[in-house]
């Protein structure tokens, strides 16, 4: 990297429809919103030079996410407000900027430094499905110990890891809400989703699991201790 370089740093959303397109999908969206927007942006080195661009952690194909990340390196140095705004002009609306500013070049990835994630899963049922909910996810929280199996594998995940907090549900026009921290890293991270439909599951609760929002993704400074990253 040379010293003309400014990583630009831009919070977006991914809602509506568009929380269906796969991470590929998204990244190649926004590369190209970048290119209709006019920023100045650097490039790779090598026999195939690409936009040199990052994202935050990944989100399951179906989830929204309210503030998503991703770093964009550009030759020249224009103010953060003004690039968000000619990325805002040119942009599809369910893909939006939501603000922006410049980082250190030499602060970690967004996918390495961004290892706690914050979901609001929405759970359609009546009135009554809020306390039960509660008491279910108290229930499963307690015992420590979470297992799910996938394509005939089996993962274990430790709840006190996982959760950094006890999740909290509250009521919703739909039925309830689950608000859920989520620790990420690279040997995989629980999908709330799949924590709460399997919770109704084993407590029979006449509910299901609808919208799932990925509502931030979070730099744990220490244990408990979290900023935004931007």
Do not use: N
Request: with cysteine.
């Amino acid at each position: 990297m040379t010293s003309s370089e400014f990583r630009l740093r831009v919070a977006y959303k991914k809602a509506g429809r568009l929380r269906f397109l796969s991470h590929l999908e998204v990244a190649r969206t926004l590369e190209r919103t970048a290119r209709r927007a006019d920023l100045p942006y650097a490039v790779t080195r090598g026999f195939s030079p690409h936009m040199k661009l990052a994202f935050g952690p990944a989100l399951p194909v179906g989830t929204a996410g309210e503030r998503e990340y991703m770093d964009i390196w550009l030759t020249e140095y224009q103010p953060a407000v003004m690039l968000c705004r000619r990325l805002e002009a040119v942009a599809v609306a369910e893909l939006a900027p939501k603000d922006a500013g410049f980082v250190g070049t030499g602060e970690p990835s967004l996918s390495a430094a961004c290892t706690i994630g914050s979901y609001e899963v929405v759970v359609d049922g009546d009135g009554t499905c809020v306390e039960a909910l509660e008491d279910a996810l108290t229930k499963l929280v307690a015992d420590g110990k979470f297992a799910v199996e996938h394509k005939g594998k089996k993962k274990v995940f430790d709840l006190a890891r996982s959760l950094p907090k006890e999740p909290v549900v509250g009521s919703h026009d739909r039925g309830a809400k689950a608000s859920i921290l989520v620790r990420m890293g690279p040997e995989g991270s629980l999908r709330p989703d799949v924590l709460v439909s399997d919770t109704i599951l084993r407590s029979g609760i006449d509910a299901s699991v609808g919208l799932v929002t990925r509502t931030d993704i979070l730099i744990e400074k220490k244990e408990g201790v979290w900023r935004r990253p931007l």
